[in-house]
């Protein structure tokens, strides 16, 4: 079936490192992403890996793929404020055009 | 020029009113989605056009119809309408995976338009 799964809450403390968890379903999958939500706003995209990598970084940002175990993870460090949203992870299936969304996991930065 | 724009932002309507949503995006895309988002909840896939062409329905009730008059353009026909379908309705684009292969296939959100049904 179709489900990507994450955790809800993350609370992490400013200037420390956030590492956000996510498994998928389609062991096919061509790529995934990570979205990041603002209240109020549509989804921005922050990043990307395609599946035949097992590590992405980009500035602050690190992507983990473990693809054995379906399991994906972001990576944020040196968290500040601006970073406080909804992170959702998505897979895109082999039949193209479908992108599904996980739960989201909403951060929040404490001081 | 890397947006997506939808109008209205908010909407507000009854039960026995016909509106539609529209969303815009001169990106050069061919694929388009519509999706709806409740709160606290991820976004969920409605329907998917290619090439101007519906290719995804997601088992939408018949209350939504879809329309995609040319490939900048993607509406929402919304009629008697239910107070469950309340809700965030995100539009989105992409460059179509299936005829140009090599992209990375990510969609472009729309800031969405917030749907009351009273």
């Known amino acids: 079936g179709e489900d990507v799964e994450q955790s809800l809450f993350l609370s992490v403390r400013e200037g420390d490192s956030s590492v956000i968890n996510c498994t998928y379903t389609?062991?096919?999958?061509?790529?995934l992403y990570w979205y990041k939500q603002e209240p109020g706003a549509g989804l921005q995209l922050l990043t990307y890996?395609?599946?035949?990598?097992d590590m992405k970084q980009d500035q602050r940002l690190t992507v983990l793929l473990n693809k054995k175990d379906k399991h994906l993870s972001l990576r944020i460090a040196d968290t500040q404020t601006g970073d406080s949203a909804i992170y959702f992870c998505?897979?895109?299936?082999?039949?193209?055009?479908?992108?599904?969304f996980g739960s989201g996991t909403r951060l929040s930065i404490r001081p | 020029d890397t947006e997506v724009t939808q109008t209205p932002k908010h909407l507000v309507m009854g039960m026995t009113n016909k509106k539609s949503l529209k969303c815009e995006q001169h990106?050069?895309?061919?694929?388009m989605y519509w999706y709806k988002q409740k709160a606290k909840k991820p976004p969920e896939l409605m329907f998917v056009y290619s090439y101007e062409k519906l290719s995804i329905n997601e088992s939408v009730p018949s209350r939504f119809s879809p329309e995609c008059p040319n490939s900048s353009l993607l509406n929402l026909h919304l009629h008697a309408l239910q107070p469950e379908d309340s809700a965030l309705y995100l539009c989105?684009?992409?460059?179509?995976?299936?005829?140009?292969?090599?992209?990375?296939?990510?969609?472009?959100f729309g800031e969405g338009s917030r749907l009351t049904v009273l």
């Open positions: 890996i395609f599946s035949n990598m």
């Open positions: 998505a897979e895109r299936y082999s039949s193209a055009s479908k992108i599904i």
């Open positions: 389609d062991s096919s999958s061509t790529y």
């Open positions: 989105a684009s992409s460059q179509d995976r299936e005829r140009t292969g090599g992209n990375t296939g990510e969609l472009f």
């Open positions: 990106m050069g895309h061919r694929a």
